[in-house]
């Protein structure tokens, strides 16, 4: 989708530091982080939201479940604990419409929203 942000990071029009990336997915930083480690996971097919998964994509679905444990374990957060949060549409406080996955640690988390 030419207009999406994230489909734009992922073909390299918008130089982004990537922490991962395969076939699949990326994961990069997040530019306004919540806390000391938030990460995007985002699969490079661009799906506007985790409700339009379809069953044609659950192989990737479990991929990027997967990966995100990798990830979390890759930069160090994964044995204190992390937290995987995604929003579905804009009322949920989905900002950019590509399926994407915050990955938090580096802190203690409250039960608050990001």
Same mark, same amino acid.
């Given at each position: ?14 130089? &982004?530091?990537?922490?991962? %990336? ?14 000391? &480690? ?19 994509? &659950? ?9 995100? /444990? ?9 044995? %204190?604990?992390?937290?995987?949060? &995604? ?5 949920? /406080? ?11 640690? /580096?802190?203690?988390? /409250?039960?608050?929203?990001?």
């Amino acid at each position: 989708m030419s207009d999406c942000i994230f489909c734009k990071i992922i073909a390299g029009e918008i130089p &982004t530091p990537m922490v991962y %990336q395969d076939e699949d997915l990326v994961a990069f930083p997040d530019i306004n982080p919540k806390s000391p &480690t938030h990460l995007l996971v985002v699969p490079r097919k661009h799906i506007p939201r985790l409700a339009e998964l379809t069953e044609q994509d &659950t192989v990737l679905a479990g991929k990027l479940m997967l990966a995100i /444990g990798n990830i979390a374990r890759q930069v160090g957060i994964a044995e %204190q604990g992390f937290r995987v949060i &995604t929003n579905n549409g804009g009322f949920a /406080g989905q900002d950019v419409p590509h399926l994407h996955f915050h990955v938090l640690g /580096g802190k203690p988390m /409250g039960w608050s929203p990001v």
